[in-house]
């Protein structure tokens, strides 16, 4: 075989029909009924020669094309000139659960341990949430979500704050029990524009109702919820320290309201001041840290490569 075909593809079209059948990787991109491969190939130039083979060529950016053959002119295929490199085709996987074993959520969710959440509360201080989502709802449909508090929404704020709406699980009861969508929303007006926040409460509490044999569930699936969508409407769209240090306050109110531990994530964040502890904000979320029964959760974030530290040398001249 030529060195133009990687080792998996060489190994495949020298296994029998057999050996293909058993193996998940050998079988995939063949189609037995055909005997047709969809193949990977790295290409320079022109396809003209490549569809003089092909049942069918899809061309993708960078000299890349997606091709279907019959089996017997894949050799044919890796000959040509314009033919850098060929692959078949691989299976993908959801991510998901790998995510989960190696962070062991997987091994504290099983007996001996058995944990679940239940009895504690998740806040999740962030983009809002899709509170119509099956993760975030009960066997019976009824919300997980005790309450939430939409910063952007004027009209209703927590009592002691001035800003936003905030919403109890019977309210949100109300609405889910509506047909209607639009009615629905309606009533429950908040909504979750980039999923940012669902995603995070899915990855923290989602009960895994919404994939097959729940196996996506997050790592508290029987926690209750409390939200807060953060950030007044405003141009930049992103929302303030001022709004992040309220949702802190509210949740932790509220956890100490129904007597239950809660576990806070914070995955919004910034790379400003001295990263030392001094600023008010940071000495704030340090006081939080003591109040109640809490443990808060915070991204490391995502600007690892965007350079946002300097070095160099100052010399006197």
């Known amino acids: 075989m030529t060195q133009k075909i990687e080792n998996l593809l060489n190994l495949a079209l020298e296994a029998t029909e ?23 190939v790295k290409y320079s130039g022109s396809t003209e020669s490549i569809r003089g083979l092909a049942v069918s060529v899809t061309e993708l950016l960078g ?12 050799e044919a295929l890796a000959a040509l000139d314009e033919v850098e490199f060929i692959e078949k085709p691989k299976n993908l996987y959801f991510q998901a659960e790998n995510g989960r074993r190696a962070s ?69 009861n109300e609405a889910l029990v509506l047909t209607d969508r639009e009615e629905r929303r309606a009533l429950i007006p908040s909504r979750d524009n980039s999923g940012h926040g669902t995603a995070v409460a899915g990855i ?36 303030r320290t001022t ?31 001295s990263h030392d502890g001094t600023s008010l904000v940071e000495q704030f979320l340090d006081a939080a840290a003591d109040v109640w029964k809490n443990v808060f959760c915070v991204g490391s974030g995502n600007e690892g490569a965007a350079a946002g530290h300097a070095a160099g040398r100052l010399t006197e001249e």
């Open 204 to 239: 923290a509490a989602g009960n895994g109702r919404g994939s097959e044999e729940r196996r996506l569930r997050g790592a508290a699936p029987e926690s209750r919820l409390i939200i807060v969508k953060m950030g007044l409407p405003r141009d930049e769209g992103f929302p």
């Open 104 to 172: 062991c959520i997987d091994a504290v969710q099983i007996p001996p341990l058995s944990l679940s959440g239940r009895g504690i509360l998740v806040a999740v201080i962030d983009s809002g949430i899709d509170y119509e989502n099956p993760d975030f709802r009960n066997e019976d449909g009824t919300t997980r979500i005790a309450a939430l508090w939409d910063q952007t929404i004027p009209g209703n704020p927590p009592e002691g704050y001035a800003r936003g709406t905030e919403y109890t699980s019977e309210q949100i």
């Open 63 to 74: 000299g890349y094309a997606v091709v279907v053959i019959k089996e017997n002119k894949i």
């Open 243 to 273: 709004e992040l240090m309220e949702g802190v306050d509210y949740v932790l109110r509220r956890a100490v309201e129904m007597r239950m531990p809660v576990a806070v994530n914070l995955s919004f964040g910034n790379t400003y001041g």
């Open 18 to 40: 057999e050996e293909r059948r058993e193996s998940i990787e050998l079988e995939t991109g063949y189609d037995p009924l055909e005997r047709e491969w969809e193949l990977i």
